[in-house]
């Protein structure tokens, strides 16, 4: 083995042990990013995940903050481009970075994990940009086909539609709403009459007035939203959800408020938010996340990675330390797809994460990788015990 390959496994094996220094962790970091040291790193990850002994093997807890470190380090240079678990059946975990453009994390297998075949359907591709708008009169306006320019008019107010986002233009003194609703496997981009930017999930609607007036801005939401609200500090801004009220004056914040969720969740960004629910208010910070249980109505605060939650409006699934339901739910509604599950779900946490632009086949080919064999039969896919 030449120089820079035995420096680069020495490095890794210190930097899994918590051991490098300050400039060996750099050096390390720069020798992993190059493409030229792909095949070295593969031999690597099979080497060590063969020959580890059990005594050496990395804790899962241990594994989760190499990745989170990781992921960090490679910052914008290294996109993530896959998803692997942290596997609970198993106590070894090893991360690293190859070839400078994708973040893989791997995990020891049981030995009773048998590989399924799977059985070959047509590809299922990934969502797009497309939404239904409602206008106050009933009409509905496909937006996935509609061409750029003005759609309609609206008591004096424009529609308008440039590159996959609708805009308004014009004032109105009355009361009206228009509605938008993004089906399965659909996001859209709304920029409201005050100038607040609105991102709407796979599944999700939002309901507004054409023109804002009186001392409140208020719209309301289901499913999963995205707020960059325009200061105001004449007009609070208000988003209603079915267990929340969020109040802010200007913020970005983000809304997860699917029913099939165990939770109604808020989570800020920056800026300042007041949030109602039920008979209690809190203030978050940024950075923090409440969450109002739907069927307790208990309310947690906590402390999360926000580039993880909203990933979603970048073109991104980012997972951390999520569940195999979750990661699955949010498959259903991107790829339009129904999850059914046979037996017992497997016990398994993800972290890491893949771009939204790819099939679904991909996806799935990964999951199996790991042990979560599934069988897809039209837009159904079953998972396997």
């Not at 009169?137 to 609206?154: E, P, Y």
């Not at 938008?180 to 599944?203: C, Y």
């Not at 914040?253 to 920056?270: G, R």
Request: contains cysteine; neutral net charge; charged residues 25%.
């Amino acid at each position: 083995m030449d120089e820079p390959m035995s420096r680069l496994s020495w490095l890794f094996q210190r930097y899994v042990e918590d051991a490098c220094t300050e400039e060996e962790r750099k050096e390390l970091m720069d020798l992993m990013s190059r493409p030229e040291h792909a095949a070295a790193l593969n031999q690597l990850i099979a080497g060590v995940m063969e020959n580890t002994p059990a005594d050496r093997e990395i804790p899962a807890d241990r594994a989760g903050e190499l990745f989170t470190a990781i992921i960090k380090e490679a910052g914008e240079r290294t996109p993530v481009r896959k998803l692997f678990p942290l596997r609970r059946v198993a106590a070894a975990a090893i991360i690293l970075l190859l070839a400078g453009s994708a973040v893989f994390f791997f995990s020891k297998r049981s030995p009773e994990i048998k590989p399924l075949a799977v059985s070959k359907q047509p590809d299922i591709t990934p969502g797009h940009a497309g939404a239904i708008l409602t206008l106050s009169n009933g009409r509905q306006i496909v937006l996935d086909s509609a061409g750029n320019g003005v759609l309609a008019s609206d008591a004096n107010v424009s529609i308008i539609k440039k590159d996959g986002a609708l805009t308004y233009a014009g004032k109105s003194n009355e009361a009206i709403y228009n509605h938008i609703a993004t089906p399965m496997g659909r996001q859209w981009q709304l920029t409201l009459s005050d100038g607040t930017k609105v991102w709407l999930n796979a599944g999700s609607s939002i309901r507004y007035p054409l023109a804002f007036s009186g001392h409140e801005r208020a719209v309301e939401v289901t499913g999963e939203t995205y707020f960059e609200v325009a200061p105001d500090a004449a007009a609070p801004f208000i988003v209603r959800t079915a267990r929340q009220e969020i109040k802010v004056l200007g913020t970005r914040f983000n809304v997860n408020a699917y029913t099939d969720e165990p939770v109604v969740s808020t989570t800020l960004l920056n800026g300042a938010v007041s949030i109602t629910s039920g008979n209690t208010g809190r203030i978050i910070k940024p950075g923090q996340q409440l969450s109002t249980q739907y069927a307790t109505g208990e309310i947690t605060v906590r402390t999360v990675n926000v580039d993880n939650i909203t990933a979603w409006t970048s073109g991104k699934f980012r997972f951390d330390n999520s569940d195999l339901k979750t990661v699955m739910r949010q498959l259903a509604r991107w790829y339009d797809v129904e999850i059914e599950y046979r037996n017992a779900v497997p016990d398994l946490k993800f972290g890491g994460g893949t771009y939204r632009n790819i099939n679904l086949s991909e996806v799935l080919e990964v999951l199996e990788l790991n042990g979560v064999h599934c069988k897809q039969e039209g837009r159904k896919i079953i998972v396997m015990p």
